[in-house]
């Protein structure tokens, strides 16, 4: 697995986005919707690796529990079926692999409740 990106849960994205890009020198990467909110992406232009700006708003349902305090990580693996089952085996508590935001991934996690996601 490697670091794809890390999910900052932000109350205002627009002033989020201009502190990473004007103040801090990043670029924005991309944005894609996730129903009626937006995701926001912005990371150094010379790096693959970005930070996803989520709205705290869009997490209101909060089906999993996530600690929307802390940042949440994504991790990236080829072959999502087989990172799971190495995971499970030693003994981490998984989701099902799975269509997540149009997105297949699954998410494990730690032993203080924090989660993360693996994508490929």
Known sequence: MRVN????????????SQFWIEQVGMVEKGRKQAGEFSIIQVGFADQSFSFELVSLAMMADNPYGLNLGAPS????????EATRAELVDRGVTAMEVGE????????????EGRWFAVTN
């Not at 990580?73 to 999502?80: E, G, K, M, P, R």
């Not at 935001?101 to 996690?109: D, L």
């Open 5 to 16: 990106y890390v999910v900052l849960y932000v109350t205002d994205q627009d002033v989020c």
């Open 73 to 80: 990580i994504a991790l990236q693996a080829d072959d999502l």
């Open 100 to 111: 997540h935001g149009g997105i297949r991934s699954f998410a494990f996690s730690d032993p």
